[in-house]
């Protein structure tokens, strides 16, 4: 099992211009996560998914949109990219069955700079 | 909102019992508490979870006061390979009605083992 991917692993944006971040997992996990990781600050949730189809926001939604169309994909969209979506993005899924959280299982991350 | 806080770094030396202390005073009836180790350049990678009392597996034990405004993680007899950033998590069930969508990771604490 490759676990949970992330596509691309580095980006180097312009101001304005627009990507999309992809997650894969081959785990047939129900929920999926969108984190980003700037220094001092830890991981903050920024969209989450319970099921293919269903999305909600987290803690840092702004400037950001996903789409989870096939369970074992989570797309992360930046329409319009601004320097202080510099960061480092990652993915995580998890099965749903906790009783609390679940144990989430990362992705490797993405290494995202805009200019 | 349950906010965590953490030491920014501790250090210690191989051998040696160590003991990383979050504070969430806010800490909701539903929330769990859960730690996530994470190395340079990888995702975070999950250690233990826990409600209340202790709970201990392979790797660590989590320790947390009837009142579970704060938790303990403790890892027995640290090795250099146990150099990473550790972080609390505080959250629960992603699903469920009284749940805003907030997983708060705390900013991260920064063991180093010494030889």
């Known amino acids: 099992n490759a676990g949970v991917t992330q596509t691309p692993k580095f980006r180097v944006l312009k101001t304005g211009q627009s990507m999309t971040l992809l997650c894969a997992q081959d785990?047939?996990?129900?929920?999926m996560y969108w984190y980003r990781q700037d220094p001092g600050m830890g991981l903050r949730l920024i969209h989450y998914?319970?099921?293919?189809?269903?999305?909600a926001k987290g803690e840092v939604p702004d400037g950001y949109n996903v789409s989870r169309l096939k369970k074992q994909n989570f797309l992360l969209g930046l329409e319009s990219a601004a320097p202080s979506q510099t960061s480092v993005y990652f993915c995580?899924?998890?099965?749903?069955?906790?009783?609390?959280?679940?144990?989430?299982?990362f992705g490797p991350g993405t290494r995202l700079t805009v200019l | 909102l349950a906010k965590t806080t953490q030491p920014i770094s501790m250090d210690s030396y191989e051998g040696q019992e160590v003991n990383i202390t979050c504070s969430h005073n806010?800490?909701?009836?539903?929330?769990?508490i859960t730690w996530y180790q994470q190395f340079p350049s990888q995702g975070p990678r999950f250690i233990i979870q826990?409600?209340?009392t202790k709970v201990t597996n392979e790797v660590a034990s989590l320790f947390i006061p009837a009142d579970r405004k704060s938790s303990t993680l403790s890892l027995p007899r640290v090795s250099l390979s146990d150099t990473a950033v550790y972080y609390c998590?505080?959250?629960?069930?992603?699903?469920?009605?009284?749940?805003?969508?907030?997983?708060?990771f705390g900013q991260g604490t920064t063991l180093q083992v010494k030889p």
């Open positions: 826990g409600y209340k």
């Open positions: 785990m047939n996990h129900e929920y």
């Open positions: 806010n800490i909701a009836t539903n929330d769990y």
């Open positions: 998914s319970v099921g293919e189809g269903t999305t």
């Open positions: 998590l505080v959250g629960a069930r992603m699903n469920a009605p009284s749940n805003t969508g907030k997983l708060i």
């Open positions: 995580a899924s998890s099965d749903g069955t906790g009783q609390g959280t679940d144990t989430q299982y």
